[in-house]
């Protein structure tokens, strides 16, 4: 719990300090930042893990689909809300519609939560000092990935404090991993590379589908040098922290 509440506290403070008025120019450094960590941490420590290959593509495929469905079910929910209402919504950033991607985000994260509690209580059954340090570890590796989503949650329309409150519910979901790890860790730990693939796949789908098209509407050179380092920066940011 410490490490979830840590992780999000610092990555809400900084967020909301130094990104909030900018928040949509920063939307390239959370695209950066959420496909670093999960094409060069999450899904690299799931394929080595020893589980079946073609179960981990499998599964890879299956989350797609299903973040690609629940956008669906979050598109038709919007187009019936509005349908026959009267009003323009064509201009502009319209915060129903972008608010698909921040359900989608917390559904991902509270994944990555889960199979954090695993880890961390895998740790501490090995050793108490071990798992001191396996905390720690995960709360500097997620502070860049909670900035990524309060990005996304921010842009999406949530208010600070409504980002806030969903993301510290999502962090919960490492303490039921970690109780599931404690008293059944046998079997628990073979779910970890499925949970992380299926986490992984969300990030990658959100980060394409819904945040670079984004991008893409701003196409000029002068928008798009910094959309390109802040990517940069948001990959070197997850890489540098998790050679530390």
Sequence with gaps: MIAGVVSISGAA????????????????LSVGIMLATSL??????????????????????????AFFLLEKVA??????????DGHHHAHGHDKREAGKSGWMILLGDGMHNFTDGILIAAAFLADPEVG?????AIVAHEIPQEIG?????????????RAYVFNLLCSLLAVAGGLLGYFTLDQASGL????LVFASSGFIYIAVSDLMPQMQRRATFRETVPQVFLIGLGVALVVALHAF
């Design 13 to 28: 403070l900084f967020s909301f300090a130094l990104l909030s008025k900018v928040v949509e120019k920063m939307v390239s």
């Design 40 to 65: 060069l941490h999450a899904l690299p420590e799931a394929f080595e893990s020893g589980a079946d290959i073609k179960s981990l593509f499998a599964t890879l495929l299956a989350g797609l689909l």
């Design 75 to 84: 598109l038709l929910r919007h187009s019936h809300h509005h349908e026959g």
């Design 132 to 136: 001191i340090v396996t905390a720690l």
């Design 149 to 161: 989503d309060f990005i996304v949650l921010l842009n999406a329309g949530f208010s600070r404090l």
């Design 192 to 195: 970890i590379p499925y949970v």
